[in-house]
């Protein structure tokens, strides 16, 4: 019943920046963590950011510094801001939420998952 619909993906140059928003339908989330992963073809999913329900956030050494995550829980959604794009950030981006309160790394421990939404970025 839970739904999470991304938005904010297209194409960007390098040094660009691109703004994802995720939100969610069917009930409330604002005790559940939540995280951003990316994938590629033909690879794992990939954790990019997480935030728990205190706000406390993480992230990969790929994406940090260039990267930062937030949620607005009157709004049920999470936002991953992405400054200083490059090339290797082109991926699939999906967001995603468990049903606990602080965030994970591993992809399997996530119940809720979003369609995905692609971002290009062009040398």
């Known amino acids: 019943q839970v739904q999470l619909v991304e938005s904010g993906g297209g194409l960007v140059q390098a040094g660009g920046s691109r703004r994802l928003s995720c939100t969610a339908s069917g009930r409330t989330l604002r005790n559940n963590a939540l995280a951003w992963f990316r994938q590629t073809p033909g690879k794992e999913h990939e954790f990019v950011a997480g935030?728990?329900?205190?706000?406390?956030?993480s992230y990969s050494e790929s994406v940090k510094g260039r990267f930062t995550v937030s949620r607005d829980n009157a709004k049920n959604s999470v936002f991953l801001q992405m400054n200083s794009l490059e090339p290797e950030d082109t991926a699939v981006y999906y967001c995603a939420a468990r049903g606990g309160f602080v965030h994970s790394t591993d992809s399997r421990l996530y119940n809720y998952w979003g369609q995905g939404t692609q971002v290009t970025v062009s040398s």
């Open positions: 935030i728990s329900w205190n706000a406390d956030t």
